[in-house]
């Protein structure tokens, strides 16, 4: 069983950055890809990033490339996604997942999702 727990959201300025944090407990982390997704409301929760379980491989969805950045710390049980130049169509509560399986982009591809944490960007 992995259970997962996001921190580092809140309130942040269109073009400044935020990192958000996703620790894990388990001994399974390093044998596992993580991904961040996200919800509006009104709107299905849809997928950010992704990195393979050595960290070598990363993935994003087309709307925050070039200003996200996952990364892992699997010595720290730790992912994390560094939003920068976020605009206001970036704010969403954010999850974290795990999955055992390689399809990133796809929700149903995760059994292990945290609580989310509340991102909001102003403009």
């Known amino acids: 069983q992995v259970q997962l727990a996001e921190s580092g959201g809140g309130l942040v300025q269109a073009g400044g950055s935020l990192r958000l944090s996703c620790a894990a407990s388990g001994r399974s982390f390093s044998n596992l890809n993580m991904g961040w997704f996200r919800q509006a409301p009104g709107k299905e929760r849809e997928f950010v990033a992704g990195?393979?379980?050595?960290?070598?491989?990363?993935y994003y969805a087309d709307s925050v490339k070039g200003r996200f950045t996952i990364s892992r710390d699997n010595t720290k049980n730790t992912v994390y996604l560094q939003m920068n130049s976020p605009k206001p169509e970036d704010t969403a509560v954010y999850y974290c997942?795990?999955?055992?399986?390689?399809?990133?982009?796809?929700?149903?591809?995760?059994?292990?999702w945290g609580q989310g944490t509340q991102v909001t960007v102003s403009s």
């Open positions: 990195i393979s379980r050595g960290g070598g491989s990363t």
């Open positions: 997942a795990a999955t055992w399986g390689d399809r990133y982009y796809s929700s149903y591809e995760y059994g292990f």
